[in-house]
Antibody
Framework: EVQLVESGGGLVKPGGSLRLSCAASGFTFSTYSMSWVRQAPGKGLEWVSSISSSSTYIYYADSVKGRFTISRDDAQNSLSLQMNSLRAEDTAVYYC????????????????????WGQGTMVTVSS | DIQMTQSPSTLSASVGDRVTITCRASQSTSTSLAWYQQKPGTAPKLLIYKASSLESGVPSRFSGSGSGTEFTLTISSLQPDDFATYYCQQYNTYPWTFGQGTKVEIK
């Protein structure tokens, strides 16, 4: 079955750290870009970070830059998000999402088309 | 950052109605625009990409149009399974941004 399964969420104090994981199965993980998208309780969707196939390109939202680190392990078909210096405003459901890529004049381009999502994992930052 | 504004924020409609949701971008996103459907407690689902391309497996009653700064999602005949929140998203420029969502409710 083609799926993404997140884990690692929980309750953490402000300033603390948490590492989210996303296990992929049923497709060739190494050929897709991967992203994290979050949704605060009762709010809309916010893109957090993306990583291209082969980890060639990595992008972050300004709101998490310098605090969060995205990585992938193609041998293990897994995606991770290391979250440090957590703030109350980081409280959200975190989704991992599969994205598409294309090539333009030999340049790899990540397309922000999220065609497969995990079920999400809740992160609560509170004292 | 490119701001995405959806209208209306809430829409009340009946089964069988034709429904149109508008998404406006604060600057051109070409046709790098996607639409997602989200039901309570579940992950979003991709409906449309590249402004008007229907994702595989999505019913043909869903369609998208537009380019530049104005886009629409149309449901030609609303079905009971379509009551949900819909989001547009631009992927032309980082940071990729979403609209605030349009909730389609039962009238």
């Amino acid at each position: 079955e083609v799926q993404l399964v997140e884990s690692g969420g929980g309750l953490v104090k402000p300033g603390g750290s948490l590492r989210l994981s996303c296990a992929a199965s049923g497709f060739t993980f190494s050929t897709y870009s991967m992203s994290w998208v979050r949704q605060a309780p009762g709010k809309g969707l916010e893109w957090v970070s993306s990583i291209s196939s082969s980890s060639t390109y990595i992008y972050y939202a300004d709101s998490v830059k310098g605090r969060f680190t995205i990585s992938r392990d193609d041998a293990q078909n897994s995606l991770s998000l290391q979250m440090n210096s957590l703030r109350a405003e980081d409280t959200a459901v975190y989704y991992c999402a599969r994205g598409r890529e294309t090539s333009h004049f030999g340049l790899l381009i990540i397309l922000g088309i999220f065609d497969l999502w995990g079920q999400g994992t809740m992160v609560t930052v509170s004292s | 950052d490119i701001q995405m504004t959806q209208s209306p924020s809430t829409l009340s409609a009946s089964v069988g109605d034709r429904v149109t949701i508008t998404c406006r971008a604060s600057q051109s996103t070409s046709t790098s625009l996607a639409w997602y459907q989200q039901k309570p407690g579940t992950a979003p689902k991709l409906l449309i990409y590249k402004a008007s391309s229907l994702e595989s497996g999505v019913p043909s009653r869903f369609s998208g149009s537009g380019s530049g700064t104005e886009f629409t999602l149309t449901i030609s005949s609303l079905q009971p399974d379509d009551f949900a929140t819909y989001y547009c998203q631009q992927y032309n420029t980082y940071p990729w941004t979403f609209g605030q969502g349009t909730k389609v409710e039962i009238k």
